[in-house]
């Protein structure tokens, strides 16, 4: 069996993202070895998810030469001698806004192991790895959080908008009283909503799925209610006007 060219030992990421931007920096070292002479080594980035940085691609320090292949999904680059190598790359990353959230996502090269380094993250909370349910996440002394994230080949990081929720927060109470009979079991239900900062248009409500919603008796300020069948399922109640009031 004819071995491989090139090894990927490892990878590490830092991910820069100022809380009032929406592009990260982001600066990859991995650790490859090269088997054979002038090794050819591809990685699967996309030209349409990252920007290369001028001047800021090395490999053990020294400058290296990068291009695309024609579909702008490989970047290659090579290595004269074998050896044990560290390629740096720093590149940005656009953000989406989406869910009063900023995520950030790309394909990176998979090695053996994956360590992302989120720099400055005040609120470790609002970081979520979608991709990676099992990462080990630590938070550091420096402020930075730490994740371990195996053997993976994109990242998907996102955070919490805390601009975007500051502009919609509600305060919600809710009361429940139970009436218990043979055979059936009914609640009434009242629900106290304070528009801290923003508007109201819809109110969800999750319940168990064998409750069933009815009819709401003089409550002009309601005017559809409707049932999305789950577990739990949940009952959408539109509002005739959008809420800026306690009601």
């Known amino acids: 069996e004819q071995l491989p060219a090139w090894l990927r030992r490892s990878a590490t990421y830092e991910l820069d993202a100022a809380e009032d931007g929406i592009a990260a920096h982001i600066v990859m070292r991995l650790e490859l070895e090269t088997l ?13 998810e990252i920007h290369l940085l001028e001047g800021r691609s090395s490999l053990d320090g020294e400058p290296v030469s990068l291009d695309w292949d024609d579909a702008g999904t490989v970047l290659r680059f090579e290595v004269e001698r074998p050896g044990v190598y560290q390629l740096t790359l720093a590149f940005s990353v656009a953000g989406k806004e989406e869910n009063d959230a900023n995520s950030w996502h790309f394909n990176v ?25 099992g990462a080990i996440v630590k938070s550091l002394e420096n402020g930075d959080l730490l994740a371990d994230l195996g053997m993976i080949g994109t ?28 055979g059936s ?4 239900v009242l629900i106290r909503i304070n528009p801290v900062a923003g508007t109201i248009t819809e109110i969800k ?43």
Not at 185 to 188: I, L, N, S
């Open 205 to 247: 409500l999750l319940a168990d799925p064998h409750l069933r919603i009815l009819p709401l008796e003089d409550e002009p300020r309601v005017s559809r209610i409707w049932t999305e069948e789950g577990d739990p399922s949940i009952f959408h109640l539109t509002l005739s006007e959008p809420a800026t009031e306690m009601m």
């Open 109 to 133: 090269p998979s090695a053996a192991r994956s360590v992302l380094r989120i720099k400055d993250a005040r609120r470790p909370g609002d970081w979520l790895l979608p991709t990676v349910p």
């Open 185 to 188: 079991v009914t609640a009434d």
């Open 155 to 182: 990242i998907d990081v996102s955070r919490k908008d805390q601009r975007r929720l500051a502009k919609n927060m509600t305060e919600a109470e809710q009361f429940v009283w139970w009436q218990l009979r043979p």
């Open 36 to 48: 054979v002479p002038l090794a050819q080594i591809s990685l699967p980035f996309r030209r349409g």
